[in-house]
């Protein structure tokens, strides 16, 4: 179990983009207060992958072929975070837009559709921040 000061809090913007700043300027090994920063980051999206994982699988839920779907989710590796920040120089780690993702794979164009606007008429909001 990770001792408590090795546990860090949701990091600010500024420090993520300063461990992400760091990390790219750096090879490996990286700073070890640099990667707690970027994995805190990476884990920030955990919880809010897995709410709109929830409302995926709801919506297939109610589907009368929720079989033949299949759903996923992920968060992005740290080993692809770094590369990624090597490919994109000018990219903020904390613009980073995909360190968390879902899918559902549908059996037809047609159920993709039903699936989409199941979604648009959920409760669900979703806004990027």
């Known amino acids: 179990m990770a001792e408590a000061e090795d546990l860090i809090s949701t990091p600010s913007r500024t420090q993520v983009n300063k461990a992400g700043d760091a990390i790219r300027q750096a090879s490996a090994p990286y700073d070890e207060h640099d990667i707690k920063t970027l994995e805190a ?14 409302a ?13 779907f ?3 989710s992920r968060l992005k590796r740290r080993p692809t975070i770094i590369n990624k920040l ?3 120089p000018s990219m903020d780690l904390s613009r980073m837009h995909d360190l968390g993702g879902c899918r559902a794979v549908v059996p037809t164009i047609a159920k993709l559709r039903v699936l989409e606007e199941q979604l648009k008429s959920s409760r669900m909001n979703h806004t990027r921040i």
């Open 41 to 54: 980051w990476r884990a920030s999206h955990a919880y809010p992958m897995h709410v709109l994982y929830m």
């Open 56 to 68: 995926l699988k709801s919506v297939v839920d109610r589907s009368l072929h929720k079989d033949k």
């Open 70 to 72: 299949i759903l996923s």
């Open 86 to 88: 090597g490919r994109y």
